[in-house]
């Protein structure tokens, strides 16, 4: 099988591409990805689906990257195929993050990836991972410790849109392609620099398999991959059923929670695929979890509210009150809310997908659950309606004593993510409720209380 029957194989065994999709290539300019596009532009007609290119400019090679990028276009001109360019200070990137070049130039790209995708430039994306790729990856994923998923090494398809339809053809096969179509193609300088881990592997510990211990080592690496992936795909499936019922039930779904005891009870194989959804599930894409921060995720399940754990692409995890809630930074923002509400209204606070209604009820009234009740006459007219504020306190004794909303919610083991969404009623300037918890002693109606004010929440 030549290599334009063997993509058109593997995108129909895979359902890659659907008719009238646009196809995005990631075109470095290298044999790899130059092949890629001379195929699927061969394809395109007969199969149905547009094609375009997209290029990152890593900025790591100075003039050589620039005269990729000028090759690239080029090439794209020649073939009458839209090319998207763009420009990434990689070094930068890496210097901020702590990061190696390879690891930023990776996430600097697949970033490009997604926003070319959540802008409508291209339905699906299409990288130049081989045959030999894939038997690298298992490779260094077993040099770090990896698991089975690990072992899988690069999947054909994934779900954020990234195919790969040259993953089962070898590297000797692109360049024969490149010879016999007669393709000019650009050599990454830095591919013969062992500094970086799949260099090394690539140059040097291959060859080495290759010459002392089996010839094919490719083709058998990239068969495990194989043989692992269908394992790998059952477990995860069973993981996201039960992800389903071990989640958050709020009807947000925020913050991403997974209960704790819960999770001490499935196997760490299953318990980690928990981890890795919960994680995906907040970023968006795949959260690149390491053995190191499932360590670390495992090490939270016997700790206390409050502990946490830094993950990558500014992603935490932490302890509250039986669940480990999954987060970024950017979640941490407080939202305040503050307005003026009157009897008789009902009144909705969008952030959290909340409505309070606030009516006088007649004597004699039942209280619906979480409903406050309190006495009209003791209230100072208009209410307002508000979250926490820095200093709060609440009567929560009948001598008047009263406490901090802070120690409140702690013993209510509200978590901390969740204690900014918890609205309160005001009455000049006190906490008359915090609605649909408690009531004032302040402001609680008793057996002498004449009018009543019912107030009672309900998430839409």
């Not at 375009?52 to 890593?58: D, I, M, S």
């Not at 997604?114 to 790729?133: L, P």
């Not at 007669?182 to 990454?188: F, W």
């Not at 504020?389 to 993510?417: C, E, M, Q």
Request: charged letters at 30%.
């Amino acid at each position: 099988m030549n290599s334009l029957e063997n993509v058109r194989g593997t995108i129909e065994k895979f359902n890659m591409i659907e008719r009238g999709e646009n196809i995005a290539v990631a075109l470095s300019g290298g044999a790899d990805s130059v092949t890629l596009l001379h195929i699927l532009n061969e394809l395109s007609g007969k199969m149905g689906f547009k094609l375009c290119a997209v290029h990152l400019n890593h900025q790591i090679r100075g003039k050589e990257a620039d005269e990729d990028e000028a090759f690239v276009r080029n090439l794209c001109k020649n073939m009458g195929i839209r090319c998207i360019t763009a420009s990434a200070d990689v070094p930068a990137l890496a210097r901020q993050r702590g990061e190696s070049l390879e690891q930023a130039g990776r996430e600097a790209r697949y970033a490009l990836f997604r926003r070319i995708m959540r802008e409508g430039k291209a339905d699906k994306v299409a990288t130049a991972h081989n045959m030999n790729d894939r038997a690298e990856t298992v490779l260094m994923r077993i040099l770090r410790g990896s698991g089975l998923d690990g072992l899988a090494g690069i999947k054909p398809v994934r779900e954020d849109g990234i195919i790969r339809p040259l993953l089962y053809v070898p590297r000797a096969e692109i360049e024969k392609y490149c010879f016999e179509n007669g393709l000019e193609y650009r050599t990454d300088s830095t591919n013969s620099d062992n500094e970086y881990t799949r260099n090394k592997i690539r140059n040097e510990l291959i060859p080495i398999l290759e010459r002392e211990f089996n010839p094919s080592v490719i083709e058998s690496l990239a068969g495990l991959a194989e043989n692992v992936c269908g394992d790998a795909e059952f477990l995860e499936e069973y993981a996201r059923r039960l992800y389903r019922a071990m989640k958050n039930p709020l009807p947000s779904g925020k913050p991403v929670c997974l209960h704790i005891e819960s999770l001490k009870m499935v196997d760490a194989s299953i318990a980690r695929r928990l981890f890795a959804i919960a994680a995906s599930e907040v970023l968006g894409r795949n959260p690149e979890l390491e053995r190191t921060h499932y360590d670390a995720l495992f090490a939270l399940l016997e700790k206390n509210t409050g502990s946490r754990a830094d993950l990558p692409n500014s992603l935490h995890a932490a302890v509250n009150y039986g669940w480990l809630a999954f987060e970024t930074e950017d979640a941490e923002e407080k939202l305040e809310f503050d307005f003026e509400a009157e009897i008789g209204g009902g009144y909705v606070i969008p952030e959290f997908n909340l409505k309070i209604f606030l009516e006088e009820r007649p004597q004699g009234y039942k209280a619906k659950s979480g409903e406050n009740l309190l006495d009209l006459d003791k209230l100072t007219l208009p209410l307002r309606i508000r979250n926490r504020r820095k200093g709060d306190k609440v009567v929560l004794f009948k001598n008047g004593k009263r406490k901090k909303l802070k120690s409140f919610f702690i013993d209510a083991k509200i978590p901390r993510n969740e204690r900014d969404k918890v609205p309160l009623l005001i009455s000049d300037g006190e906490i008359a409720a915090v609605i649909g918890m408690r009531t004032s002693e302040k402001f609680k109606a008793d057996k002498n209380t004449k009018r009543l004010l019912g107030v009672l929440y309900e998430r839409i």
